[in-house]
């Protein structure tokens, strides 16, 4: 794959995420992962398809609106760095931050090897909101 196609197909992964968490499809989420995939959020570290999986379908409803990601490509590895905005869909309440992944190319294409996110507090960058 070209360096053009690479970076379509990373932005469509991060674009995926948001789409399939906030459509409640919990199993397809936890795909764009690798198997030994990490999500770090609240302080925890949820790992693995079932631990992602279950992260997911246990979450909160709502809508993440992530900014244009910076991604540097690596050969079969690349980083990216992007802004979010998640919107409650109950209360409403925002939670704003930044997410740093680690992305990978595998045999189905590219997927998150990890994510980490850290939310912007008032009293600055936190692992929870």
Known sequence: ????????????LLAAYCI?????????WADLFTDDGQF???GRSFDGHEGLQKLAAT????????????IELAGDEATAQSTFVFVDQKSHDMRIGFYDDVLVR??????FRTRRCTF????????RP
Do not use: N
């Open 1 to 12: 794959m070209s360096r053009a196609g690479d970076r379509e197909a990373l932005h469509e």
């Open 20 to 28: 399939k968490m906030d459509r409640r499809d919990a199993e397809g």
């Open 40 to 42: 770090f959020a609240f």
């Open 59 to 70: 979450s909160p409803g709502g809508i993440h609106i992530a900014g244009h990601a910076v």
């Open 106 to 111: 595998t045999a189905v294409g590219w997927r």
């Open 120 to 127: 912007q507090s008032a009293d600055g960058p936190s692992d």
